[in-house]
């Protein structure tokens, strides 16, 4: 469908130039594979730090929700309590 169409092209360039370019390209590809790694190495820990965050943000809540309906619970007891005992 799409067809790519290369060309290659022959120039010449002195030496010094030749060899700073590519010294340029050599140490972006390293910087690329440095940053790489480190990406690797960084996101397990970023995914964990966000799970435990969660966790905790959740702790929070879950804990809101369960004080909010402690008063239902005791209610609910002392229905109970009155209609077992008749009273």
Do not use: W
């Not at 060899?19 to 940053?35: G, P, Y």
């Not at 964990?48 to 008063?71: F, Q």
């Amino acid at each position: 469908m799409y067809e790519k169409r290369l060309r290659e092209a022959t120039i010449a360039v002195q030496d010094r130039l030749f060899l700073q370019t590519k010294e340029v390209i050599e140490s972006e590809s390293i910087a690329r594979i440095l940053s790489r790694k480190v990406l690797m190495q960084e996101q397990p820990n970023q995914i964990r730090e966000a799970m435990m965050k969660g966790y905790v943000e959740m702790s929070h809540i879950n804990l809101s929700i369960a004080s909010e309906c402690l008063h239902a619970e005791y209610e609910a007891q002392h229905t109970v309590e009155r209609l077992v005992s008749g009273g």
